[in-house]
């Protein structure tokens, strides 16, 4: 066999990062439903049996969207929300920071991949699998946070602040998907910030 004929058999070298984000992209704009194979296949640039071979079928797929899309959260902005400093600004700075993921400018957003498109599809079990531990992951680093600021407050006050820390964050999802500018979105964030701290403030031994 000639050396022409072994490489003509060999598959093409996938990058597969720029492909997952592709894949991000495209089921934060469509959810996962309305996605189709020629859809996943146009936007990779892969066949499908190199998207096969590479990620799966379409559910896997969408799971590992959701993880990638989980990570960048984790990187970009849980360490906004993680500063030292006011609870209120890292509550604030936290949103904003979700925001520009959502966002792809001030107007235009394709919104979270999480919370915007898996609810539709939480029939299948692993999609809801995802989508509850995307919810108890995002209460638990607001947990974590809101603990550290107000270490005496009442248990029952700190869970009632991490629902409101992180209904909030769910909450942006339908807004900007219904219109809402980023603008709008930065202000409501602050304005929860703002609600927490308080509530907290209530209950918080100032000793």
Do not use: W
Not at 103 to 121: F, H, I
């Amino acid at each position: 066999m000639t050396n022409s004929q072994r490489k003509r058999g060999r598959p093409a070298t996938i990058d597969t990062q720029s492909a997952m984000q592709s894949l991000v992209e495209l089921f934060r704009a469509k959810g996962y439903a309305a996605v189709s194979l020629d859809d996943l296949s146009d936007a990779t640039g892969l066949s499908r049996p190199s998207l096969y071979r590479s990620f799966g079928n379409k559910l896997s797929m969408y799971v590992a969207a959701m993880n990638a899309f989980g990570d960048q959260v984790r990187k970009e902005a849980v360490p906004a929300l993680l500063a030292p400093g006011r609870l209120e600004d890292a509550l604030a700075n936290f949103y904003e920071a979700m925001l520009t993921i959502y966002y792809r400018d001030d107007e235009v957003s394709p919104g979270c991949l999480v919370y915007a498109t898996a609810p539709s599809s939480a029939h299948e079990k692993e999609i809801q699998e995802r989508l509850r531990f995307g919810v108890d992951s995002t209460d638990q680093i607001m947990r974590q946070r809101i603990q550290s600021a107000a270490p005496k407050a009442d248990p029952h006050l700190i869970e009632t602040a991490v629902q409101m820390g992180t209904n909030t964050l769910i909450a942006f999802s339908a807004r900007a998907k219904s219109g809402a500018s980023k603008t709008e979105l930065v202000d409501m964030g602050k304005r929860s910030a703002e609600a927490i701290a308080s509530v907290l403030a209530l209950q918080v031994d100032p000793a």
